[in-house]
C-alpha cells in the first residue's frame, strides 16, 4: 500500500541526485513554516479619577506590582520549559537519525516486521522511489513543509490528519536514500497547556491573598493618617486645643505629627493673639470714644449754658472751654505718642542710664521741687544700652510721673540703676500707696486706671505706661511692676547692655 506522504516524498526524489549540503524543500506549498509565538502584552494601570481614597491607590499598585512579577515569572517559566522540551526532542531526533534510523536492516522482514520505538514516526525514501512508512497512524506530520538538513524543526499535521497537534520532525540524506524522522508534540503540548494552567490558578490565589492582606496591613498602616484627618476635622470644627497623637519621629507619619502640632501650637497663639488684638482694639475705640465725648460733652454744655442766657460770666466759661480742650489735646497727643512707640522706628545710639536718669531727675525736680527724686548707681560697670535717648527719657520721665501722681503727696520716688549678667536694670522705687493685685496686672493697658470712676483730677489720660511698655519692648526689653497696698511700687525695666 502506497502512503500519500511517501508519494509526495517520492515524487521530490525523482531523479536520485540530491544535495545534502543545502537545505532542500520536499515540498513547498508557500506556507510559513516558523512557528511564532505572542507573549500577552500588559498595559499601564489606570485609575477611574483623582478622587481614589490613597489606600485603594496603594492596594491597586500593590496587586499590580505583583501581578506584573506573577506574569513576567509564568512566561520565563513556560519559554524555559518548552525550550527544554524541544531540547529534549532536538536531542532524541538527532540520536534516532544518527543511529538505528540510518539503519535499513531495521525496515527488512525477516518473519515479523520490525520498526522504531513506538512514538517515533519514521519514513524511507528508496533510489528506485519505494518509500516505507513505519509508526503510521491517524496522524503525521505534514512532509510538505519539511526541508532536507536543517535539523529538527516544527510542522503542522498533515491535511486529513486525525489531530492538528504540531510534530518535531528532522529529514536526512544518507546516500541516495531519505529518511525523515518525527516525534509527536502532543505530549509536550498538553504538559505546557498544564503548566499555563497550573501557573495561572497559582498567580490568582497569590493575588487574592496579596488583596486581602494589603487591605488589612495598608488600613492598619494608614491608620494614624486617619486620626490626622479626624483631628484636623476637629480643629476646624473650633476646637484649637486639638492635637495630633506623637509618634516616634523615626517614622513618616511621626514627623508628620510633630510637624502639624508645631504648626497649630503657632495657629492658635496666632489666633489668640489676633482675638486679643481685637478685643484690645474694641477696648481701645471704646475708651477713646468715652475719653473723647466727656470733654465734647463739657463744651457743649458750657456752650449751650452762655447761648442760653444762663449765665453771662464768658471769661468763666472760655476757662472751662479751654481746660476741656487742654484735656483732649494730651488724649491726643499720648495717641499719637503711643501710635509713634508702635509703629515707628528708632534712632539707637549708645545711652548711658545713669546719665540719663539724672537728667530726668532734673527734669522732674523743677516741676516737682517740693518732692524727693532720688538717683542710686548700684552697678559694678557703665550702665550702658543701645536705644533711642529721646523714647528712654520718656520712659523715666512717665515712671516717676506716674508714682509722684498716684503714689500720694508724701510719696518719695528713687531711680535705682544695677548691672547683671548681659543686662541693664533700672528700678523706680516709691513708697506711696500702691496698688492691688488686680490692678498689677491691668496697668500697662491702654486707658486703664485703678480709679474705676474714670476721675480727671489728676489730669491723665490713662496712656502713659501703655506708652511705656510699648517703648521698653521696642528697645528689646521688658517692663514689670511689683506693688502692695500701702507699701509702695516697683516697676523694673530690663535693657540689654552692650559689650
Keep these: 500500500m502506497e502512503n500519500p506522504y511517501v508519494a509526495a516524498l517520492g515524487k521530490n526524489s525523482e531523479g536520485g541526485s540530491t544535495n545534502t549540503d543545502a537545505p532542500e524543500v ?19 494601570i489606570r485609575t477611574a479619577g483623582r478622587a481614589m481614597p490613597l489606600r485603594t491607590r496603594i492596594i491597586l499598585l500593590v496587586v499590580g506590582i505583583a501581578g506584573l512579577g506573577l506574569l513576567v515569572n509564568a512566561v520565563a517559566v513556560s519559554s524555559l520549559m518548552r525550550e527544554v522540551s524541544y531540547t529534549r526532542m532536538d536531542q ?4 534516532a537519525m544518527g543511529t538505528w534510523a540510518r539503519n535499513v536492516e531495521l525496515f527488512n522482514f525477516d518473519g515479523a516486521r520490525q520498526g522504531p520505538p513506538s512514538d517515533y514516526y519514521v519514513a524511507k525514501v528508496f533510489p528506485d522511489g519505494s518509500s516505507i512508512i513505519f509508526n503510521d497512524a491517524e496522524s ?100 484649637l486645643d486639638r492635637r495630633v497623637p506623637n509618634w516616634p519621629m523615626t517614622t513618616e507619619v511621626g514627623q508628620l505629627a510633630n510637624a502639624l502640632n508645631i504648626m497649630l501650637e503657632q495657629l492658635q497663639a496666632s489666633i489668640m493673639n489676633a482675638q486679643q488684638k481685637e478685643a484690645q482694639m474694641r477696648r481701645f475705640v471704646g475708651d477713646a470714644s468715652h475719653e473723647l465725648r466727656t470733654p465734647l460733652t463739657s463744651v457743649k454744655g458750657f456752650t449751650e449754658l ?71 548707681n548700684k552697678s559694678e560697670s557703665i550702665p550702658v544700652v543701645e536705644g533711642d535717648p529721646t523714647r528712654l527719657h520718656q520712659v523715666l520721665t512717665n515712671l516717676v510721673a506716674n508714682g509722684l501722681n498716684h503714689g500720694g503727696p508724701e510719696a518719695e520716688v528713687n531711680i535705682q540703676i544695677e548691672t547683671e549678667a548681659d543686662n541693664v536694670k533700672v528700678l523706680v522705687i516709691d513708697n506711696g500707696v500702691g496698688m492691688s493685685k488686680e490692678d498689677s496686672e491691668h496697668i500697662f493697658e491702654r486707658f486703664y486706671r485703678a ?28 517692663v514689670t511692676v511689683e506693688s502692695e497696698l500701702g507699701k509702695g511700687t516697683v516697676f523694673t525695666i530690663v535693657l540689654p547692655a552692650v559689650k
Excluded: C
Excluded at 34 to 42: D, L, N, Q
Excluded at 344 to 364: I, N
Excluded at 458 to 476: C, D, F, R, W, Y
Design 26 to 44: 520536499l515540498f513547498d506549498d508557500g506556507k510559513d513554516t516558523s512557528v511564532e509565538t505572542e507573549e500577552p502584552k500588559v498595559g499601564p
Design 92 to 95: 532524541d531526533l538527532e540520536s
Design 140 to 239: 503525521a506530520p505534514d512532509l510538505s513543509q519539511t526541508t532536507i538538513g536543517t535539523g529538527p524543526h516544527t510542522v503542522e499535521a498533515a491535511e486529513g490528519s486525525a489531530s492538528s497537534t504540531h510534530w518535531r520532525v528532522m529529514a536526512a540524506k544518507n546516500g541516495d536514500i531519505i529518511t525523515v524522522v518525527g516525534k509527536s508534540m502532543g505530549r509536550e503540548s498538553t504538559l505546557l497547556y498544564r503548566l499555563v494552567v497550573a501557573q495561572l490558578v497559582i498567580g490568582v490565589l497569590i493575588l487574592i491573598a496579596i488583596l486581602i492582606s494589603s487591605f488589612f496591613l495598608v488600613r492598619r498602616s494608614l491608620r494614624p493618617l486617619r486620626e490626622v484627618e479626624e483631628t484636623a476635622s476637629r480643629i476646624a470644627g473650633g476646637d
Design 306 to 376: 452762655y447761648s442760653s442766657g444762663a449765665t453771662r460770666d464768658a471769661d468763666w466759661v472760655l476757662s472751662k472751654i479751654g481746660g476741656e480742650a487742654q484735656r483732649m489735646s494730651v488724649l491726643v497727643e499720648d495717641l499719637l505718642s503711643l501710635t509713634r512707640a508702635e509703629g515707628q522706628q528708632m534712632e539707637k545710639h549708645r545711652v548711658d542710664m545713669l546719665e540719663l536718669a539724672l537728667a530726668v531727675r532734673g527734669s522732674l525736680k523743677a516741676a516737682w521741687p517740693d518732692r524727693s527724686i532720688n538717683v542710686s
Design 451 to 478: 480709679d474705676v470712676s474714670r476721675s480727671r483730677a489728676s489730669g491723665g489720660s490713662g496712656l502713659g505706661l501703655a506708652i511705656t511698655k510699648s517703648l521698653v519692648e521696642g528697645h528689646g526689653g521688658t
